[in-house]
């Protein structure tokens, strides 16, 4: 009997460890992708759906030169994302972590990526992942700078680069969470309780790309 159950804890581990690096193995195929990125140029358009902000949406320009290197211009309008969204999760792969299968929804794998080091920003992050080892949606949960949510879509671009990615996020206290930046505070309008939470939502749409 004791043998019995030494050996279903062996197989039960080794099962799981096969999981945990086939997840990984896939996160990485993810990050190898991200990281074939040229530089480029391309037009957006932003639309903002916050309730204490009145702001139409805007046409602008976006420069890419890394994940961690972007340029928005604006025309009036001084918002941009600190950074590119796959240079968040790029921070995540480039440093070690475990990669914990969840499951599967929608043909898309879902892995929860938790860093190993203790000092890191990003507590963890749970990704959708598709047949073609892209990005369909993750969640970031931080330490101090709190969470949000990022849906990608796909089209015939080069390097599988997304069309469109929309952020959702909480809003409390009429502040912006602080993966982004910008002079939104001059389109705020009073509300009746700034302690009220609420969800605040950023759609950008990326095209005409031209790659250097």
């Known amino acids: 009997m004791r043998l019995v159950l030494v050996l279903t804890i062996l197989i ?3 099962i799981h460890y096969s999981q945990s690096e086939s997840a990984k193995n896939k996160i990485l195929l993810v990050k190898e992708n991200l990281d074939k990125v040229p530089p480029y140029n391309c037009d957006v358009k932003i639309k903002i759906d916050v309730s204490f902000i009145n702001i139409k949406e805007r046409l602008g320009k976006m420069t890419f030169l890394g994940p961690n290197d972007i340029d928005y211009k604006l025309k009036g309008f001084a ?5 590119e969204m796959g240079g968040i999760s790029s921070d995540l792969f480039n440093s070690d972590f475990i990669a914990v299968p969840v499951g599967n929804e929608n043909e898309n794998d879902i892995i929860k990526v ?11 992050g749970q990704f959708w992942i598709n047949k073609q080892n892209l990005i369909s949606k ?4 931080t330490k101090d700078k709190g969470s949000y ?3 990608f879509s796909y089209e ?11 952020m959702t996020f ?3 206290n009429q502040k912006m969470p602080a993966l982004l930046t910008g002079d939104l505070e001059s389109y705020s309008e009073e509300i009746q309780d700034v302690n009220e939470i609420s969800k605040g939502k950023i759609s950008i749409e990326y095209f005409n790309h031209s790659f250097q």
């Open 138 to 141: 993750m969640i970031i949960i």
């Open 79 to 83: 918002f941009l994302p600190k950074k």
């Open 156 to 166: 015939d671009i080069p390097y599988d680069i997304p069309s469109k990615i929309e």
């Open 12 to 14: 039960c581990s080794t």
């Open 114 to 124: 938790i860093p190993m080091d203790i000092n890191a920003d990003i507590v963890t």
């Open 170 to 172: 909480d809003v409390k």
């Open 149 to 151: 949510t990022a849906a």
